[in-house]
Each structure stands twice: as C-alpha cells, then as structure tokens.
C-alpha cells in the first residue's frame, strides 16, 4: 500500500461517514468506496490506481461544483488539503482535512438556498415521551431550541425542514421511529457522550460564558438544551472556526404561535406545492415580494409560525398599513433594502473565517446604505416600524475602517493580491511601489544594453518559470558581450541573464513576495476585526430584515387590493368577498369569483358544504383558512372586509394517499388526521374537513362522517368547514343549532352543467360525477351505463331518509374555555340514518332475476 493510499485512509478513520476529497495535484480524488459512490453521484469516470485501487477525480477549480452536487445529494464530505508545495526532495507531501462541508453546516453562498432557511437539528429522546430538540441556520446565526412532546415531534421536523439531523447512536431506533416521515436524507448519529445531559449542557455553557442558561429563559435540566449541547460540539469538531456569531438560545414557545401540523402546512401547499413538491404555486410564491434574502427568509418562517398575540399581529398590520398608504416611503424604502446584501450569511462568513475579499466589500456598500435607511423609518407613526428605526445601528467605525481599507471592487482572493487600498499600509505601499517601478527600470535597462550591444532587436523579459532574462536572436549571437551568461535556447534565439539584472530580479520578486504576505496578513487583520463586530452586523441584519418583510407585505396589499383584517379575542371570522390568495394571482384578471364566509353566535359555526366535483368546494374551504393564517401573519389579506377571531390552530383533512412506506391505507391515514384533530382542536381552532369516511364502504363512510360533524359540532364548538358528498348529512342541520348547510350553486340544462363556484345557503342533492367524467373524456359508452347503473342503485338502494334509529349517546361537550361569548346550545342527540339490514340469504343486488345493473 503506497504511502499516499494510507494518508487516505487516515483521512477516512478520523471522518466516519464522510466521503474524502483527497487533494493530488490539479485534482481531488476519491478512492475504493468512495470512488465507487462519488463516481455514481457526479457522473465521474471510474478507473483503478496501481491497477486495483477504484479511483475517481474531479479538478480543483471545479471543486464548489461538484461540492454542490454532494451536498444535495446528502452526503457529508471532508475535504483532504495539501499543506505544502511539492519538493522533489520529499517523497510524501503533508495533507490534512482543513474543511468539511455537510448539508447541516455549509455557509458558502453558492451552496445554498438565499431564500430559506438551511437547519441543522438535533433530537434527544427521555424516558418521560418528551423529546428535547435543537436546531441551528448556521448560515444566519439563528439558534433555537425547544422540548416537543412525542406527538408533536413529527411537526416539528416538518417545520424545520432540517438538511441534516443528528442524534445519540443508541438513540437512533426512537428517534427515526419517531420523525421517520420527515426525517432528512443526511442523518449523522453521534458518540452517545456527545448527548449525555451533563457534558452537552456544560459545552453549552462554556460556549456562551454562563454559569446558568436561565437568562435565556431556560431551566438547566431541560432535554432540548442537551440537544443544543450536542449541536455545539458537533459544529466545533466539524468547523474548527469561531462560532461567535451564535450568540444567544431563543426558547421556542409554541404557544404563542399559530399551530400548524405537518398535514396542514403541507395541505395548504404553504411553502411548496403538493403535486411536485415546488416553490412555484405555493402560498409563499404568490406573497413573497421581499427584496432582500433576509426578508424572504423571515417571511417564509413566519408563515410557518404565525402568531397567536393580538398585540403583535397588530403591530405587524399597522406598521403595514402604514407603508400601504405611504406609496413614496415604501418605493424608496424598497429601493434602498434592494441594494443591501445578505449581511446575516456575510457576517457567520466573517466570523467563521472563511468570508471573502469581495465578502467584505459587500457588507461595506451594505454599511454605506445604513443612513438612508435609517431616515425612512424615522418618524414613523407605528411602534414597529420606530422601534426598527431605534434598533437600527449605522457601525459608522466599522464602515470607515473598510473605506479606508479595502478596494471597491478586490478580487476573490486575498492571496492574489491588490486587495488593500493604497494609503491603508505604508510598509505596503513602499513594497509596491518597489514592485511597480520595475517596468521602468527593465525599460531603461533594454535601452542602455540596445546602446552597449548595438543589438537594436533585444529584448528584455521575464516570465514565472526563467525569471528575468535578455533575448537576442541567433542572427546577432556575434554582438553578444562576454558579461552574458547564456540561460536559455529557443528555436530563434537565445536568453541570457547578467549578474546586474541577476541582482535585480532577486530585489523585484523579493519585494513582490513580501508585498503579497504583507496584503494577505493585513487582510486577515481586517477580517478578524470585523469578525469582533458579528453582533452588531447580526442586529442590523435582523432590522434590514424586518423591514423588508413589512413593506413586501405592504407592497403585496397595495398591488393586490388587499384589505387590513380586523383582530377580535371571540372566535368567529366574517369575510366578505374573499379569494383564493394563489388562485387570484395565476387565474385571469376577473375571473375568480369571491366568496363570502361568516362563523359566530348567529351565522353558526359549522359549515355543511355539499356540491359537484370541480364546483369550487375545496377552494372555499381552503382559501378561508389561508385567510386566517394570512391575518395572523400580520398581512392584509385578499378580500373587501374581514374580522378574524384570534385561532390557536388550524387543521385540515383534505384528500386522501397511501403511506406504504409506514404501512397505511389510504383510509388509515384519513383516520389517523382524523382522530388527531377531534382529539386536539379547541373551540378557537379552525378545521378544515375535505371529504370523510370516502375510503370505506358508503355505510361505514357516512356514518363516520355523522359521528365526526356531531362530535366537532357539540365536543369541540369550534369553527368548522366540512365539503362532502353525504348529502344525508344535511338532515343534521335540524338538530344541531350551530350547523348550517350551503352549497355550491350549479347551473344545469339537460346534460350540460355550468359551475358558477358561488357558495350559496342549503344543500345539494347530487354531486354530477358522471358530468366531471364526461369533462375528463370518458368514452360515451362508460358514461351512458354509468347513468343506467346510478338509476338503478338510487331506485333500489338510496339510504332511507327521515326514519332515525335508536339515538346513540353523544359525548359530553368540554368544559368551556373562559370568558365565553355565548352559551352553546346542548345538541340533540342524532343518530345517522340505519343502513337497509341484509338478509343472510337470498337474492341481492348481484342475484337480481333480470340481472345485475352492471
């Protein structure tokens, strides 16, 4: 085994699961199984070293590349640097690892996503079924922690979306167990010290300094600060950098925000589209009008976690309503963040060392844009937007220390040189001009050896590989004088050197040499100081932030006509002529028709919405609840007026999919959403019910169905929207008082049906299936027997109507939460309407004499 091979596999030991980069020259290889796969994920061309060893490479300058493909493909890599130049003298060159990259820790610009967050999590299981979870966007210096019950867990994955996760090794089976469903590809299991409680949460502690973690809102003995812990040596081993711009813990509190399981957020195509899984068509497409990355970041967060605080929303909508009505302030303002650059990412670069020269530059034009900014948020009316405008500082010390120091535009490293402004180093500026004056000296120096030699045609040069030498062609060898001592032939001529150019070249590159150390030690000089001021970058990223979020909420009202919701403590919500927020944007102009929807003491709370296939229910229901999260987001949402009542959560049971994978039915699942919303909601949450009980036969379909509406009717109370095609659900209308049937108002002449997606009071009698199949293109011959074979069940089969069986006991409403508006009427006990009893024997619907309809 060749002693580079073993290099390798050192590398290797001391980075398990990682695949190694090892650097040989122009390129990075790979070798035996990292060859294997790395050839496979980059497409690379596979070969053998020394004829047996697999091997692979890919170019240094493509490196970011192929870095790039790694990281979205989930793999952690190591990265094996050469730390010296080659020496034929040595046979071994030293290398080491000085970079890993992992989809959890990868802070370089080209690597992610400008637009979301890039979670690293960590999860620690206890005995008692909580869970303490962790999570860091080391990209922005972000780092939370909460502890989740069991039943949450999976949520909370869902939340993060984490491109890495990590736990305990002899953890690994409860916790996968646990999130398997949203579980990301890269999982790296950790040494089981690096989770015990005592040594995680003194890590935690050595790195911020404190005897005691309560200052951030925190008891010591909390499981998620184990998991913190966790995340912190973790970064320390995988970085080997400063992790000072990780400068606090923010307790996560679920109950100050909106709760939105994994099923509702991904039902309400909130961040991505259900279909392919894309950013386009989501909600946060159409909304998100931010300028800046910062913004857009936040605006995705919020989305995800809205608020439950009165007093916050309505800070939000009135710093909104503010730049709405000022359409000057909002278009400079916009222009203005428009300009400033990702500082949050810039700043962890900064800290984390790794920040570039065009880094700095950047987060100076960012400094110089301060004051302008400052002056649009001075003055203004509302508490949020002056509360920004105090918060926002200028750091006018560390703007001049980069004016003074750093070129406008310097190149991408600092080793090439050319970095450093002019006046900033005197010992630099005296290297340099040393360095400069060189062209005049070798120009005087040809013209004076032209005049001794009377050679007209020589020349003197230089180049990286000879150095400095004087060029005469063979024609005039005769002219050459004894001082010149030969050094190189070419096919025309020969190069020559002299003991005085010998002397100067040896000035020229000395200088050179000590100009570019001296440059690239003043840079990281530079870097260091800004590095000290993170925190000061980091607040003012948070302000520029802000900012940007609220005016694109502004400009999105202003552009879309969008109305500023009113906030009330009572559960109840009246909407008038509300729209779909993505339909109203991809639709035409005009073309969407807006409903209206009205929940409290009067109007009732539970909705009964009957109607066709492809009339619009499922748009109503959804775009309701997008209304009422866009209001507690603190945006203006798209109707004329709208009072919502303040919403702990939101639910939704909408379609229907199989989990193979967890080995669920299409109706297991619809069951399980089912049961975790009767067994959570409360009377401030708003479900969102699309179709129960249609993975099971019509008997056991509906009657689930009755049991479920009486149950989140009388249990629950709260404000319900429920689109099925049970019609026979209609009748409960007539005993439960807060239950109200509407509609969707169809159009119909003979077998045309036109859908005017106008949601109207009662109930439908049909759902005109067979006319959405004749729309879809289903042959004429299917279309005639399936009107034939509906003829037939409705005639001999239709559930019998009116006749209720024995009434079955319904459960107990809870208790009510305190301050009630109103006394909920006790609902009659209704039971659904008794299936036709079948006879053990004898003919059926399949025995018929003139045979089955079918």
């Known amino acids: 085994m060749s002693r580079m091979l073993q290099q390798y596999r050192d590398a290797k030991a001391l980075h398990p699961g990682m695949l190694v980069l090892f650097r040989n020259g122009d390129f990075y290889e790979l070798f035996e199984d990292d060859a294997e796969l790395g050839s496979k994920v980059l497409g690379l061309t596979l070969t053998k070293r020394d004829g047996t060893v697999p091997m692979a490479g890919v170019p240094v300058h493509r490196l970011e590349h192929y870095l790039g493909q790694l990281i979205k493909a989930g793999h952690r890599v190591a990265v094996c640097e050469q730390m010296e130049e080659p020496d034929p003298k040595k046979k071994i060159i030293h290398r080491e690892v000085n970079r890993v990259v992992t989809p959890g820790t990868v802070t370089e610009e ?91 949460t003194q890590a935690l502690k050595t790195h911020f300094q404190v005897a005691t973690l309560s200052g951030f809102g925190f008891e010591d003995d909390q499981p998620c600060l184990t998991a913190a812990g966790a995340i912190v040596v973790y970064l320390q081993e995988t970085l080997r950098a400063s992790l000072s711009h990780l400068r606090r813990l923010q307790p996560h509190r679920p109950d100050t925000l909106l709760t939105l399981d994994e099923v509702t957020r991904r039902s309400l195509e909130l961040t991505r589209t259900l279909r392919d899984a894309q950013r386009d068509g989501s909600l946060l497409s159409v909304l998100d009008r931010t300028v800046t990355p910062m913004g857009a970041r936040m605006l995705h967060d919020s989305l995800l976690a809205p608020l439950t605080d009165r007093a916050a929303i309505t800070a939000r909508l009135d710093a909104v309503e503010e730049l709405v009505k000022d359409h000057a302030l909002r278009g400079q303002l916009r222009d203005q963040l428009d300009a400033c650059s990702d500082i949050q990412r810039l700043a962890t670069r900064v800290s984390t060392a790794r920040a570039t020269p065009p880094d700095l530059a950047k987060i100076a034009a960012t400094l110089r844009l301060l004051p302008a900014v400052k002056a649009k948020l001075s003055g203004r009316r509302s508490s949020l937007l ?22 406008v535009d310097p190149p991408l490293s600092a080793k090439d040189g050319d970095v450093i402004k002019e006046g900033y180093s005197p010992d630099l500026d005296e290297l340099r001009k040393l360095s400069s004056e060189g062209k005049g000296w070798i120009a005087r120096y040809q013209a004076a050896e032209i005049t001794r030699t009377n050679i007209t045609s020589l020349k003197v040069g230089y180049n990286e590989v000879h150095g400095y030498y004087i060029e005469v062609t063979h024609a005039n060898a005769g002219r050459v004088p004894a001082d010149y001592v030969r050094k190189q032939t070419l096919k025309n001529a020969e190069r020559y050197i002299t003991p005085q150019l010998k002397e100067y070249e040896e000035k020229v590159l000395s200088a050179q040499e000590k100009s570019q150390a001296l440059e690239l030690q003043l840079f990281n000089q530079l870097r260091e100081q800004v590095a000290a001021q993170t925190h000061r970058l980091l607040n003012t990223a948070d302000v520029l932030a802000a900012a940007d979020f609220l005016a694109a909420l502004a400009e999105l009202a202003a552009s879309r006509n969008y109305v500023r919701p009113v906030l009330v403590d009572e559960p109840v919500l009246d909407i008038k002529d509300g729209r779909h927020p ?64 303040l919403t702990d959560r939101i639910f939704t049971r909408v379609g229907a999919s199989d989990e193979l994978s967890r080995g669920q039915s299409t109706f297991m699942v619809e069951m399980t959403e089912a049961a975790n919303i009767l067994n959570n909601a409360t009377r401030r949450s708003l479900v969102i019910l699309d179709e129960i009980g249609r993975g099971t036969s019509t008997y056991d379909g509906v009657s689930l169905a009755w049991a479920i509406t009486e149950y989140l009717h009388g249990a629950v109370g709260c404000r319900a929207l429920f689109a099925t095609h049970y019609h026979e659900l209609a009748q409960l209308a007539a005993t439960l008082p807060n239950l109200r049937n509407y509609n969707v108002t169809v159009q119909e002449h003979e077998k045309d049906v036109v859908f005017l997606h106008k949601i109207g009071p009662g109930n439908a009698d049909k759902s005109y299936g067979i006319h959405v199949a004749r729309l879809a293109g289903v042959p004429e011959p299917v279309l005639a027997r399936a009107e034939s074979v509906l003829g037939t069940l409705e005639a001999r089969h239709q559930l019998p109507v009116g006749t209720p069986p024995p009434a079955v006991e319904t459960p107990a409403p809870k208790p009510p939460e305190p301050k009630p508006t109103r006394k909920k009427p006790t609902p009659t006990p209704v039971a659904p309407p008794e299936a036709p009893k079948r006879k053990p024997a004898g003919p059926t619907l399949f025995d018929d004499p003139n045979g089955p309809p079918f």
């Open 386 to 407: 002056a509360a920004l405008e105090q918060r926002l500082e200028l750091c006018p010390d560390l703007r001049d220390l980069l004016d003074r120091a750093l070129k």
């Open 582 to 645: 993505v339909l109203d944007v991809i639709l035409p102009p005009g073309t969407f028709v807006p409903n209206d929807a009205a929940f409290g003491p009067e109007a009732g709370t539970f909705w009964l919405i009957t109607g066709p296939n492809m009339s619009g229910k499922s748009t109503f229901i959804r775009q309701v609840a997008l209304l009422t999260l866009m209001a507690h987001v603190g945006s203006f949402v798209p109707a004329k007026a709208a009072t919502v009542g």
């Open 110 to 200: 080209g690597l992610l996503d400008p637009k979301s967050p890039n979670h690293l999590v960590a999860v620690f299981a206890t005995k008692s079924s909580v869970f303490g979870v962790a999570w860091v966007d080391l990209s922005a210096g972000v780092f939370g922690a909460a502890d989740v019950p069991a039943a949450r867990l999976t949520d909370e994955f869902a939340r993060l979306n984490a491109a890495e996760v990590l736990y305990a090794d002899g953890q690994a089976g409860t916790i996968t167990e646990a999130a398997s469903v949203v579980m990301p590809r890269t999982r790296s299991p950790r040494p089981d010290w690096t989770f015990d409680p005592t040594t995680a």
